[in-house]
């Protein structure tokens, strides 16, 4: 059974950083795509950012627009654990974050439907 466990979250003021961790069990996970999600109140869930393998020991990442310069997405394949950087948070970025992963695939996709496995979620909130 798969699961997928976010841990990091908390309340930062503006400007701040954090670093949110995913650990994922119950599958290899070294050769799909894994992503983050996060959901405002009242808004959907939206993309975050993605990494997928693209060689033995490179990965290829993707980022939206909003967190782009600002936030890293990495993976340990011997741990199976992903984690989102976030340097210079702003209150625009409170929300829930969510991990993925997909079942097999190796594409990273911005849309929440093509994602098989989600955690729980971590609520970050920052203040202004």
């Known amino acids: 059974q798969v699961q997928l466990v976010e841990s990091g979250g908390g309340l930062v003021q503006a400007g701040d950083s954090l670093r949110l961790s995913c650990a994922a069990s119950g599958r290899t996970f070294s050769s799909v795509a894994m992503a983050w999600f996060r959901q405002a109140p009242g808004k959907e869930r939206e993309f975050v950012a993605g990494?997928?393998?693209?060689?033995?020991?490179?990965?290829?990442?993707e980022y939206a627009e909003p967190v782009k310069g600002r936030f890293t997405i990495s993976r340990d394949n011997a741990k199976n654990t992903v984690h989102l950087q976030m340097n210079s948070l702003k209150p625009e970025d409170t929300a829930v974050y969510y991990c993925?992963?997909?079942?097999?695939?190796?594409?990273?996709?911005?849309?929440?439907?093509?994602?098989?496995?989600w955690g729980q979620g971590t609520q970050v909130t920052v203040s202004s």
């Open positions: 993925a992963t997909r079942r097999d695939s190796g594409v990273i996709s911005g849309n929440k439907l093509d994602y098989n496995y």
């Open positions: 990494i997928r393998r693209s060689s033995e020991r490179t990965y290829y990442t």
